[in-house]
């Protein structure tokens, strides 16, 4: 008897079975332990090139990095770049999984997951070109079947400084010895610093390839200065094309009072919207309150938005600094020159009773467009 109980409890131990349905008893039935699964320990590649916040001639960079490791020899891997207009990537997360346009036919994010690790080194070339004249940040990681390592050193690089001019948007950097403009008169290029117009006679012409009823005209002006010689001389312009701003039905134009300014050194605008039923001006009293001296050596962001009428406004040191102007006037009409043409500083100089371009003005960071300027569009000319 002691003998069979021996033998009953051998065979449940070697088998498993005991107390099973399949034996009769009310147990679990047997499983199969789960295999212990290892997930590699990966290191962050290294990035390689090109070298951080190095300014580039191109549009699509070929990114490299040394790669990462594993403490797993068997396993493909993978390398997901990210390229972003901003050092913190945020607007890839309101982007799609390939990459987001500005608007434009250039790309201000790109991601790329699955690219095969190369002998030492792996590369990334986007498939678009990014946007121009603009600071990008970029950083990588090493995947492993499961396993993911941290993202690298997040390095910058400035995409080719280059301009365009095409339906409803129009760029022009200037800092580089070349415009998508003509150059009228006496024009200098002053390295890294822009165009300077040099006399009330000269200034750069844009034919726009399309009428912009609604837009920007933005530009950094530099060589603005108080008691300027001429009491309506213009920094930038627009008008229907002809050789006269004032006698435009389309005249359109921004001001930094001289002497006699009426009064001096006061911020103006005008715009006619196809008719002087419709012209939009700030009176004089909003011109006084405007008086101020500018300094020639800073350089002062100058946007004027129009729609149903016009809005100017004048901040230091480039855009997003200090306003020291802002003002608008609704008057109806539409503003719509047929050809539409612009101007750094105006075509108007000696055929009117009026003055023409600020002489000595430097110019840069041009942006004309149906739309606001896009965010990081000439980022690579500020400073790091």
């Given at each position: 008897?002691?003998?069979?109980?021996?033998?009953?409890?051998?065979t449940c131990v070697l088998t498993a079975a005991c107390g099973s349905k399949s034996t009769g008893g009310g147990g679990p039935a047997p499983t199969t332990p789960s295999p212990t699964v290892t997930l590699a320990r990966l290191t962050s590649p290294t990035p390689d090139s090109p070298a951080n916040r190095f300014q580039l001639?191109?549009?699509?960079?070929?990114?490299?990095?040394?790669?990462?490791?594993?403490?797993?020899?068997?396993?493909?891997?993978?390398?997901?770049?990210?390229i972003s207009d901003r050092a913190d990537f945020t607007s890839?997360?309101?982007?799609?999984?390939?990459?987001?346009?500005?608007?434009?036919?250039?790309?201000?994010?790109?991601?790329?997951?699955?690219?095969?690790e190369g002998s030492g080194q792996t590369t990334f070339t986007p498939d678009e070109d990014l946007q121009p004249t603009t600071r990008f940040y970029w950083r990588a990681r090493l995947s492993q079947g499961t396993a993911t390592s941290?993202?690298?050193?997040?390095?910058?690089?400035?995409?080719?400084?280059?301009?365009?001019?095409?339906a409803g948007e129009l760029y022009d950097p200037l800092i580089h010895g070349e415009t998508v403009?003509?150059?009228?008169?006496?024009?200098?290029?002053?390295?890294?610093?822009?165009?300077?117009?040099?006399?009330?006679?000269?200034?750069?012409?844009?034919?726009?390839?399309?009428?912009?009823t609604n837009g920007e005209f933005s530009a950094d002006v530099t060589g603005l200065y108080g008691n300027g010689p001429g009491g309506k001389m213009r920094v930038f312009s627009m008008m229907d094309g002809g050789d006269n701003l004032c006698k435009s039905k389309f005249l359109f134009n921004v001001q930094y009072r001289g002497i006699p300014g009426n009064p001096d050194n006061a911020?103006?605008?005008?715009?006619?919207?196809?008719?002087?039923?419709?012209?939009?001006?700030?009176?004089?009293?909003?011109?006084?309150?405007?008086?101020?001296?500018?300094?020639?050596?800073?350089?002062?962001h100058w946007k004027a938005t129009w729609s149903s009428g016009i809005n100017v406004v004048?901040?230091?040191?480039?855009?997003?600094?200090?306003?020291?102007?802002?003002?608008?006037?609704?008057?109806?009409?539409?503003?719509?020159?047929t050809p539409h043409v612009a101007y750094l500083g105006a075509n108007n100089g000696g055929k009117c009773d009026e003055e023409g371009?600020?002489?000595?003005?430097?110019?840069?960071?041009?942006w004309i467009g149906n739309r606001p300027r896009p965010e990081s569009l000439g980022s690579a000319l500020e400073a790091p």
């Open positions: 008897m002691l003998t069979r109980r021996v033998q009953i409890l051998v001639n191109t549009l699509r960079p070929t990114l490299t990095v040394t790669n990462g490791t594993s403490d797993q020899p068997q396993g493909t891997r993978t390398y997901e770049f990210q890839l997360a309101a982007g799609s999984s390939l990459s987001v346009k500005n608007g434009t036919s250039f790309l201000v994010v790109a991601t790329k997951t699955g690219v095969a941290d993202w690298s050193e997040v390095r910058s690089f400035n995409t080719k400084l280059v301009g365009f001019n095409r403009g003509v150059r009228v008169g006496s024009t200098t290029f002053v390295d890294g610093k822009g165009i300077r117009v040099n006399d009330g006679y000269s200034y750069v012409r844009y034919q726009l390839p399309q009428t912009i911020f103006s605008y005008k715009a006619l919207f196809g008719d002087e039923d419709f012209k939009n001006e700030p009176n004089k009293t909003i011109r006084t309150a405007s008086v101020r001296l500018l300094d020639s050596s800073r350089t002062y004048v901040q230091e040191d480039r855009r997003g600094g200090n306003t020291i102007f802002e003002h608008g006037t609704t008057t109806g009409g539409t503003y719509n020159p371009s600020w002489p000595g003005l430097t110019f840069s960071n041009v």
